[in-house]
């Protein structure tokens, strides 16, 4: 049975707290992608920016200080501990994400960015399209989000671009998204790591964890495990994250 971790002990677990770390974080993939941003916002050690390369809500900055591609010096000047969020622009009810390539700038300067780097409609789990998702070049670690309250349910209707999670998983959009169908998809090279730059690290987190759907997770996160020995991909779960 796979043990479930708390959100608060993700950058312990994945060893990027330790003083003088320098990650570029990408998540991608399905339900939790925010939540995870703040949580490694609240717990990286030093100089620590929060952003995006697609579109998020507006109201997502959870009372962080917000600028708008600031200038360099506003960048050094980031206090330790105290994390910034940063934007293009506000459409609407729609916060526009940077051009990766500011990201890849920024990291050369300051210890931390992380970058909510795909889009899902607020569906736990999907497929990228052609253009997704969108990750900076230099990250180091790219994390995949999976709500687990997508297994065993109709792909159309929990999935964002259920098509296309139907091509890559072998199967029609009308069928379930079985534990051994959902590991085809984040496994494939243009599923769940398409985009991954060549020395990241993989990671998958499996969100929305509960007593009902336990037994799908522990089944999933076994064939990840057995189906990909090679890379080291690491698979975690939680328990619910909204």
Not at 64 to 85: A, R
Not at 100 to 126: Q, T, Y
Not at 188 to 212: W, Y
Request: net charge negative.
């Amino acid at each position: 049975m796979v043990d479930l971790l708390r959100i608060s002990e993700l950058a312990k677990y994945l060893e990027l707290d330790a003083p003088q770390a320098q990650n570029h974080v990408s998540i991608v993939g399905g339900g939790g992608k925010t939540t995870i941003l703040h949580a490694l916002g609240e717990q990286l050690q030093g100089k620590t920016i929060l952003t995006s390369t697609t579109k998020m809500g507006f109201d997502q900055n959870r009372s962080l200080p917000v600028y708008f591609e600031p200038e360099d010096e506003i960048i050094q000047n980031i206090s330790n501990g105290s994390p910034i969020m940063i934007w293009k622009e506000v459409q609407g009810e729609k916060a526009i994400g940077v051009d990766p390539s500011l990201c890849d700038h920024w990291f050369r300067s300051i210890d931390n960015v992380v970058v909510e780097a795909d889009g899902s409609r607020r569906l736990p789990f999907k497929a990228p399209a052609e253009f997704e998702p969108v990750v900076p070049s230099s990250s180091n670690l790219m994390i995949s989000t999976i709500g687990a309250d997508a297994l065993g349910q109709v792909i159309s209707s929990y999935c964002h671009r259920p098509e296309r999670v139907a091509e890559l998983a072998e199967c029609m959009p009308h069928e379930l998204l079985t534990p051994e169908r959902a590991a085809k998809v984040i496994l494939h090279s243009e599923g769940q790591r398409k985009a991954k730059p060549m020395k990241a690290k993989f990671c998958i987190a499996i969100t929305k964890v509960n007593d009902e759907n336990q037994r799908k997770v522990n089944t999933l996160t076994n064939l990840i495990h057995s189906l990909d020995k090679d890379t080291g991909v690491v698979a975690i779960a939680f328990e619910v994250v909204q």
